[in-house]
């Protein structure tokens, strides 16, 4: 049968089985995970819409964290809406092409977050490490061409991901044990060798990964070693400050992403494969939902921002009511 034309071996869906072994508990796992996608759409659009709103955010660290906010609320968007239809509504099949375009945008948009971040690391050594020039060097169209440079790495090094996975054949079945469409899970349903699909996307992750990784190190060293330099203690907490909310941004992104990379690869059957399933999830969910938070809590200025927002409204609505 794996002899045949593999195009006559495509399936026309695929059955994405959501968290095997415990789907009697789907509708209670379906819950948190609504409630974080919930919040990740609030906090972000919320983000978004305040960043474009106050005139005294219009600087290069908030516009870039306006592009993380957008590429983050577009990432759940890709995955937890049909997720939940799997958990709560038992609606598992997925055409191919709509399977293979979730798959697509699922790894474009964690590559394209994960560059957004190192951008990020970058603005934060320049705005640090040359203060006097900050708004020279990162104009706008600076924003607008690193933003879109990220977008086109993420564009041209995922697109093959959909090739190679749409020429293999399928004589196996079109059941995923998954919530969505990943990459490698939809490549070990097929009967055919996918080591292609293997070592190319062992190749993305560390072109992508490891690349940004050892920019937002460089930078923070080189950030570290001018922080130190400073003579005032009240100047290296300053600038220190200004970094806490990226650096908890790093660690909630990457944590979940090195798990989820290593034991795939390397955890073999000694972690059961729901865990797989639920921290893959938790990938996904967990930098859209926390993002806003952190930066809400931790910036000054996005504070005062949405403090004068809320109070801007209630103003004109009580100027409203009295006239």
């Known amino acids: 049968m794996c002899g045949e034309n593999s195009s006559s071996l495509t399936p026309g869906f695929f059955v994405l089985n959501g968290v095997p072994g415990l789907e009697a508990a789907h509708p209670w796992i379906a819950l948190p995970f609504c409630f974080m996608y919930v919040t990740a759409v609030l906090g972000n659009c919320g983000l978004i819409h305040l960043i474009g709103h106050e005139e005294a955010l219009h600087?290069?660290?908030?516009?870039?964290?306006?592009?993380?906010?957008?590429?983050?609320?577009?990432?759940?968007?890709?995955?937890?809406?049909?997720?939940?239809?799997?958990?709560?509504?038992n609606l598992k099949e997925i055409d191919f092409n709509a399977c293979l375009a979730q798959m697509f945008f699922v790894h474009m948009l964690t590559?394209?977050?994960?560059?957004v971040l190192m951008l990020m690391a970058l603005d934060r050594y320049v705005a640090i490490c040359y203060p006097l020039r900050y708004s020279t060097i990162l104009t706008n169209p600076v924003i607008a061409k690193a933003g879109l440079a990220t977008f086109l790495r993420g564009v041209l090094l995922i697109l093959p991901f959909a090739f190679l996975?749409?020429?293999?054949?399928?004589?196996?079945?079109?059941?995923?044990?998954?919530?969505?469409c990943d990459h490698m899970s939809v490549a070990k349903v097929s009967c055919g060798n996918f080591k292609v699909n293997a070592i190319y996307g062992l190749m993305v992750a560390l072109l992508i990964g490891v690349f940004d990784i050892c920019c937002i190190s460089v930078s923070y060293t080189m950030?570290?070693?001018?922080?130190?330099?400073?003579?005032?203690?009240?100047?290296?907490?300053?600038?220190?400050?200004?970094?806490?909310?990226?650096?908890?941004?790093?660690v909630i992104t990457y944590v979940p992403a090195f798990f989820t990379f290593f034991t795939h690869r390397f955890g073999g059957?000694?972690?059961?494969?729901?865990?797989?399933?639920?921290?893959?999830?938790i990938y996904l969910l967990l930098p859209p939902t926390m993002n806003p938070i952190v930066y809400g809590v931790k910036t000054k200025q996005i504070r005062e921002g949405v403090i004068k927002l809320l109070l801007g409204d209630r103003l004109s609505l009580s100027k409203t009511n009295k006239s």
């Open 111 to 115: 590559g394209m977050e994960s560059g």
């Open 165 to 180: 996975t749409k020429r293999l054949p399928y004589c196996r079945g079109n059941s995923i044990p998954h919530t969505y």
């Open 269 to 281: 059957h000694s972690i059961p494969h729901h865990i797989h399933i639920i921290v893959a999830n």
């Open 223 to 250: 950030i570290l070693r001018a922080v130190v330099s400073l003579s005032s203690a009240d100047a290296r907490h300053k600038a220190f400050s200004t970094c806490t909310s990226h650096i908890c941004a790093i």
């Open 59 to 89: 600087r290069p660290m908030y516009y870039f964290l306006a592009l993380l906010s957008f590429t983050d609320v577009t990432l759940c968007t890709t995955t937890v809406p049909n997720m939940l239809c799997i958990l709560w509504f």
